[in-house]
């Protein structure tokens, strides 16, 4: 839960200079993901093109399983905070806001 929070804090407040590589990073990781699952889903596919439906290696059930792969996420709370984004105005104020902008007092 904790992990979760922190996340929704760099979205919503990812115009601030201090969090600016947080948020690179954690849109690498997710470009990364999206990566992995894309190769699995081709993957799948230039299976079912070479043997078809048939059992896989090791005796897994083959496109089948390779299909079920798709579905695993490995970095799932990276994925759900994108859809629980607050609203600017919703927004509270940040106590030392300075801090976060690399401002010298």
């Known amino acids: 839960m904790r992990q979760r929070a922190g996340l929704l804090f760099i979205e919503s407040y990812r115009e601030l200079p201090l969090l600016a590589w947080p948020r690179k990073l954690i849109d690498k990781m997710v ?3 999206q990566q992995l699952l894309l190769f699995r889903h081709h993957h799948a596919r230039m299976v079912e093109r070479m043997i078809g439906r048939r059992v896989g290696t090791g005796g897994s059930s083959g496109v089948d399983y390779l299909d ?3 579905k695993a996420r490995i970095f799932t709370d990276l994925w759900q905070v994108r859809s629980i984004l ?3 105005d ?3 104020e940040l106590e030392d806001s300075d801090f976060y902008g690399f401002t010298s007092g």
Do not use: C, D, G
Request: overall charge neutral; hydrophobic content about 40%.
């Open 31 to 33: 470009e990364m993901e």
């Open 68 to 70: 079920a792969t798709t």
């Open 86 to 88: 607050v609203k600017r």
């Open 90 to 92: 919703a927004l509270p």
